[in-house]
Each structure stands twice: as C-alpha cells, then as structure tokens.
C-alpha cells in the first residue's frame, strides 16, 4: 500500500519537472494529462477501502485530466496554428532547477507543520506544495499564454492531492463542482486563447500591454 | 426546491435565452427573469429566517442580505440591458444575456453557500460567467482585459481553495471530522491547528482579496471595469465584489471564534488600509473614466476590509457599506455607461461637456460621484461614519487620520477628472451621435441612487433588520 502510494508520489513529482523542462508544448500538455491521470490513481490509492464515491472521484478527475482538457487544449493548439516551442523568458534548466529547488522546500516547509498521525500526509503534503511551486514556476516564467493555462492547471493539481487528505469534508457535489469548474475554465481560457491570437496574432503574453497606466 | 428557486430560475433561464432565436427577445426574456428572481427573493425576504438548521446550501441571515442586494442590482441592470442593447444592435446578445443571467444564479449560490468547498465552486463560477461579458466588444483592448480577469482570478481563486482546504486539515489536526460546514468550523474554532489556521486565512484573504480588488491583487481591476460595458461594471462592481467580502466576512468570523481574531484583524486593516492608499493615489489625474470607477471601487473593497478587522463593533457598519456600496457602484457604472455611448470615449480627452449633452445622464453622474465618495446625505456617508467612529472608539487615531486623508484624496482624485467630463462644450462627434437618454437606461440608475440617498436619510425598518440580523450572525463566536 505504502509502497504504491510512494511510487505515485515520485512519478508526480517526475512529471512536474518534465513539465517545467521541456521544450515542446505538445509534450508539456502530455505531461499534464499523465499527471491527471496519475492523480487518479493516487485518490484510489490513498482510500483505503473503495467507496463509489472515491471511485466517481478518482475516474472523474482522470477522465477529466487526462482526456478532456488535453482534447481542449490540442485543439486550441491547432487553431491557432503557433510555433510549438514553449518559449520560456527563464532558461529551461534554470526553471529546472528552481522547480527542484522548490520540490526540496516543500518537503521542508511541510515537516515544520503539524500533520495527522497517518502515513497519508507525510507524503501527500509535500507533493502537493511541490506541485503548487511548479504550477507558479510554469505561470510566472513562461510567455504564451497557452503554457500558463498549463501552470495553472499544474496549480490546480497541487491543490487536488491536498484535497485528498479531506474527502471526508467535502461533499460529493461540491467535489464535483470543482472538477466542473475547473473544466469550464479551461474551456474559457481555451477560446480567449483563440481570440488573443486572432487580434494579436502571437500568443505572447507580452503584447497584452494595450493597458495600463 | 421552492426555497433554492433564486438559484434554479436564472440558470435555466440562462439556458431558454441561449436557444431563443430572436436578437429582440433576448433581453426581455432577461429583463422578466430579473423581475421575478427579485419577487422571489422579496417573498423570501418578507418570511422570517427559518430555524438555524446545518446543511451546505442553506439561506442564513448574512446570505438573506446577499441575495436582496444582489437581486434588486440585478434587477436595474436587466432593465438597463434593455435599453443599453437596443444601441447595439450590431454586437451578437445571446452570450451576453445567458451569461449575465448565470451570474445570477451563481452570485445566489453564494448568497446560499454554507460550506467553504461551495462558496468556492460559486465564487469560481461567478467569475467564469463574467468573463466573457468582458469581451462583449470583441477589441483587442477588452480580450487583453479578460485574459488577465481570468487568469489573475483564477490564479488568485486557486489560493482561496488551498487555503478552505486548509481551514479543512486544521479541524482534522484538531481532532475533530474534517468538516468545512461554517457551523462546524465555528464550534470546533478552538481546537483548529493554529499554525494551518494561519496559513489558510493567509491564503483565503489573498484569494478572495484577489476577488475584491485589495491592493497589491488589484491589478485585473482596472482593465476589467475599463473594457467591460457599463452595464457589466455594476454587476462587476456591485455583486461580485460584495460576493467576495461575505466569503472575507465569513473567514474573519471563523479566524475570530479560534482566538486569532487579532492576526486576521492585523492583516485586514493593513491590506484595508493600503488599498485605500494606492487607489487614492492613482485616481489622482485618471483620465479614463471607468478605470476612474475601477479604482474607486478598490477604495471602497479597502473600506470594506478595513471595516471587517475593526472587530465585532464595526460589523453592522461594514454591512451597510457593502450595501451602500453596491448600490452606488451600479449607478455610477450605469451613468457613465451612458455618457460613454454618447461620446463614443471614456477618456477626458474626448468626453466635454457631458451636463450639456445628456442633462439626466450627467446629473445622475454628478450625484453617484457625489453618493460614491461619501458624501452627504447619502448612505456612503453614514456608513462611512459609522466605519469612522469605530476606528476612533479604538483610540486609533493614526488610522483614523490615513482613513480620513486617503478619502479625501479619492474625493479630489474622482472630483477633477469627473468634473472635467461634465462641464464644458461637447465634441462635435458627441452631438450628432445617436444615443439619447431613454427611460429604460436612466430609470434604473435614477432608482439605485435614490435608494442609496434614501438610506442615508432614513434607514427603513426591514433594511435595518436585515442588515443587522447579517452583522449579528457574523459576530457570533467573535
């Protein structure tokens, strides 16, 4: 049991450094997608005994993870037909190293906080700070906008394993409001992407700047 | 499922006016269902609160409030919309309305929330639903401004749910169900983890301070209420953000019941304060006029959290000015919505004379500016007061003279720029342009701005209660 659990947490902490060295975005999106899929697993994984509504949980969020927000974002991807480097404005070994960097502060920051008297949190706690820096790492570094609807979904990852911790406290349909959301935005940020391209055309974060002060 | 109707009746409606066919339609399909949401809510309204009961989605006092405010705003801006679209007839509504109408219902699940985990879900479709009314002009100005609303809200939203779900650990750690019902946070307060605790108000006020517009997360602000039409300014302004501030209320009272009422209140005012501050500071010499408001309300949302750190005696204050100032918010956003038609421009360079060009339009403008900065008699003013005499009652005088100096920068800054658009000869372009004032988009803001002046002369019965009952189911465990 530990055993698996620890695997799944390695192989998410893997994936949050291909995401923040690559070069490709196609790879970057694979990756996320793996890490939906791989927090799947995990959810099973640190429910001891399989209720359905861990099981609705658990598919629901790689289904959605995995499947339907790389579909979106693909398709956004060939919409807007862009040069598929990720283009980031911080080297992609220095945000490398900051993103393990940062996986070694998460473990630190977490043993300084209290944590329950189980196996579950001293592993999930730590994974879920990394995978929050690494989510902020991709946001702030990077200049097409497509690659920070990526960080922020890292983001949002990072904060599902916390959530794992908690099932019991949220109820179901607000757990599905969540992956709802989630969704939905994707979906938003999906089209505006295509919009900004359209008007600007480049997905370069840096010609939004028509406003300020 | 009578008593969840304010939520369930604009998100179908939402849908009925998405697969109406006809252009003419929609905005009257959304104008009737904003009548009878706010019928709804004041047959609701008019029974008294039902016995305190658990569950996640339920109406307590605090939402009661919410949800009227919401509703009776909503309700101008449906009839505005009525009027406003009439003049672009060239711009597709379908989105526009069904959108406008999600936001309904989801600032009602807010309003009905009792569950961090809901009023996240609620808070995070509040600003999905809004996003794209921001780029109703498809410019390339306003899709700038909907990427950085959407991606500074969601970024800043993300926060918020890291934080619930740590108020969530803290009340695991205290060995009690892990539960993230506000009753249950409430009563098990003071056996919650300090330091998760901490950390997760830290998170949560980010968050939700990202929603209000709290200086340094106000940045989205201005561009948003700059690109969006008027009309989506006011639900924007007036709505949204007072969603938020029930959600920093809610998290205050939480922080307060475990004994870290100090640490919260320390963190309210400061940021309170320095919003005040910085939007003091940029209105001076604004020359557009919606990124002018934009600012404005990052001013009053300092106001607000100012207000929410004075503890428990500032409470019923920090209510009424969130009503006062949604409802002054909406007019003014709906008044320069219309001085912006007229002109063409929502910058001084173009916008003269606007008392000449529109008579009512720019009286209105005239007085909601007057309303907005706390002038009397209006209800800015009195709440404003209230705010002030509970800053003093602290013996905080060094915070009472900022509170002072930084209103009065607001006042100079909104006075110059609005008076500048209003007096004088108009641009040739303005006086042959199409707009003209019509009943349905001056009655609406002519009907918040007396509301909000009613409320500064006489606070009626109803009101009081129901703002006091909010502030007093607030204040309990704090």
Redesign the interface.
Known sequence: MHSTLSSLVAILLLINLVALGSSRIGTVVRAVALQGVVLGALALAAHGELSYRVLALALGSAALKGWAIPVVLFRALRQVAIKREVEPSLGLLPSLLLGAAATVLAIVASSA????ETELAPLLVPASFAT?AAGFIL?TTRRK?IN?VLG?IL??NG?FV??L??V????FL??A??L??LF??IF??S??IH??NR??ASLD?RR????K? | MVSLSPILLPLVMAVVVFFTPSKRWRPRLLAATAVAHFALTVALLSQPAGPVTSGWLRLDAPGRLLLGLVSLLFLCCAVYSVGYLRYRVERANRRFCACLLVALGTMSLVAYSQHFGLLWVSMEATTLATAPLIYFNRTPRSIEATWKYLMLSSVGLAMALFGSFFLGYAALLGGGEASLLFSDLLVGAEALSKPWLRAGFALLLVGYGTKLGLAPMHTWKPDAYGEAPGVVGAVLAGGLTSCAFLALARLTQVAGAAGEGDYANRLLVLIGIGSMGVAGALLLGQRDLKRMLAYSSVEQMGILALAAGLGAGAGFAAMLHMVNNALAKGALFLAVGNVHRAFGSKTIDTVRGALTRLPVSGTLFLLAFFAVTGSPPFGLFASELLILKEIFAGGRYVLGGFFLAFLFLAFAGMGSTTLTALQGRPPRSARDSNYRDRFATVAPPLLLLGIVLLFGLWLPDPIRALVSDAAAALEVGR
């Open positions: 906080l209290p944590l329950a929050v946001l906008a920070q922020f983001l949002e904060i916390f959530g911790l908690l019991e406290a949220m109820p607000v757990e409001g969540v709802l959301d939905v935005g938003v940020f089209i505006i919009h900004i008007e600007f974060t939004l700047s028509l406003l002060e």
